[in-house]
């Protein structure tokens, strides 16, 4: 690996290590926002949703439209006014007076963040080739996957030693190394001719924030509420009007064509049902640990550190093995000991014994995702030519975000109003079923010849010779 390829990995890294972290970092914040904003409009399990949701509605809609702007304008270009939003409005979470204060500031965020991680995986992809491109690919998936599950850790840190503000507040650190080491990289190349799709990123949003909004809001206002319904309404016709314009948009956010290819689309449609229970499991463990079973918001986060550790030295691994012998297998084994994890830990009770009851799923669970994540990624960006790096891995990101955000926002039907023992039980049921569909659809959709033809397996194979 040269220099400037470290270089641009680890610009990657951190640019999409800090969008990450920011969506799960916040969970274990969520029960003393709870406490302190809970005097505005909002309060209770609806904040607690809209923190997280506000984030996610914004990203993922607009990361589609984030990989043609990276393609377009430059990957550098947009990172860098990626990561300076980021940073103004990790200010305002952090100095939020209100609950709806915070909830905007977070849908600011989002867009944010939107702009970080298409350009950091395209621009490994651009700087990478053959067996480095798969070593890197791993490496990427592994530190990024992990700021999914290590943020709890830190931001449990964060509230009981100084404030949930601080939660915020450290996302001004990783992104001024970032701004300082990416001031170093070449701009690299450009598209031109192409437009932006602003039709189809309104479309998207809009399409989201309806049904969202009613899956959080039935519980005050009820089903039959125009508050609740109409929004649904709105929603659902402008995914219909999004789909129906991407497929005749001249230079759409979401190419379709895309999803002719069998592995791409299946990959998605795995990574839909994965990272949904990857966001509503860590979602419904720490709330329950904290205001259940009264663990400290440190305690929270502790409780997934194993799945950090087994994240950060089985990835890359378990990547190349998928590379060496393609990517069906490990997608599909993954995910249902990962599902089978959680279906440990149905024994908990509200003492929630950490060591008897949730430490045993935990672990499998953890063995369970590194083996699925790096093969996942190589397996859909393999599959579509490098061309399409920028929107191919914007499309994922964006199916992983979206997927997250509409099981968070069925939270309240799922859990119902108050969080309980019989609620994470639920929860567990749910996340378990939701991983084990995702291993279905690898073995029913993802064929290992695609992969193969793509280079990714000869690339991963050599990126055991370059570990050893």
């Known amino acids: 690996m040269t220099p400037a390829q470290r ?42 949703q809209w923190v997280v949701d506000a984030y996610l509605i914004t990203l993922g809609s ?23 939003g980021f940073a103004v409005t990790s200010v305002l979470c952090a ?9 905007v500031a977070r849908g600011l965020q989002g867009v944010a963040g939107a702009l970080l991680v298409p350009s950091s995986l395209a621009m490994i992809i651009s700087a990478f080739s053959g067996a480095a491109q798969a070593k890197a690919i791993g490496t990427w998936t592994a530190w990024t996957g992990t700021a999914m599950i290590a943020g709890p850790l830190l931001g449990g840190v964060l509230v009981d030693t100084l404030s949930w503000r601080w939660v915020f507040g450290i996302n001004l650190l990783p992104v001024a190394v970032t701004l300082w080491i990416l001031h170093g990289l070449e701009e690299g190349t ?19 924030a309806g049904p969202v909004f009613a899956l959080i809001e039935h519980g005050r206002f009820g089903w039959g509420s125009p508050v609740v319904w ?27 064509s895309l999803f002719s290819v069998r592995n791409f689309a299946a990959g998605n449609v795995a990574t839909a049902a994965i990272y949904g229970a990857l966001a509503f499991g860590g979602f419904a463990v720490t709330l329950f640990v904290q205001q259940v079973a009264g663990y400290s918001a440190t305690l929270a986060g502790l409780a997934l550190l194993p ?54 799923g935990i672990l499998l ?37 979206i997927a997250g955000l509409v099981v968070i926002a069925c939270a309240g039907i799922v ?34 010849e695609q992969v193969v033809a793509a280079g990714v397996t000869d690339a991963s194979a050599g990126a055991d010779a370059a570990e050893a």
Do not use: K
């Open 190 to 208: 450009t598209e031109t001719g192409r437009r932006i799709d602003v039709r189809g990123a309104v479309l998207a949003a809009v399409g989201l």
């Open 95 to 103: 100095l939020a007076p209100t609950g709806v204060f915070l909830v």
């Open 415 to 448: 859990i119902g109003p108050v969080l309980d023992v019989a609620g994470f039980h639920r929860a567990l049921i749910v996340t378990a079923a939701l991983l084990v569909a995702g291993g279905l659809v690898s073995w029913a959709g993802i064929r290992n």
């Open 62 to 84: 607009l990361i589609l439209v984030a990989g043609s702007l990276s393609d377009v304008h430059g990957r550098r270009r947009v990172m860098w006014w990626g990561l300076l």
């Open 365 to 401: 669970f953890g063995l369970g995702l590194a083996i699925t994540v790096a093969p996942l990624t190589a397996a859909i960006l393999g599959s579509i030519p490098a061309a399409d790096a920028g929107i191919g891995s914007a499309v994922n990101n964006a199916v992983s975000r």
């Open 7 to 48: 270089r641009v990995l680890l610009v990657a890294i951190l640019a999409s290590f800090v969008s990450f972290l920011d969506g799960t970092v916040v969970n274990v914040a969520l029960p003393a926002i709870a406490d302190e904003l809970a005097g505005g409009a909002l309060g209770g399990l609806a904040l607690q």
């Open 230 to 256: 109409v929004p649904l309404v709105v929603g659902i016709a402008a995914l219909v009007a999004f789909l129906g314009w991407e497929r005749r948009a001249p230079d759409p956010m979401l190419p379709l």
């Open 307 to 360: 799945v950090t550790l087994l994240m950060l030295f089985l990835s890359s691994r378990f990547g190349a093995l998928a590379g060496r012998y393609g990517p069906r297998l490990f997608m599909t084994v993954g995910p249902l000991i990962a599902g089978c994890g959680y279906l440990l830990m149905l024994t908990t009770t509200a003492e929630a014994s950490y060591f008897t009851q949730l430490l045993p």
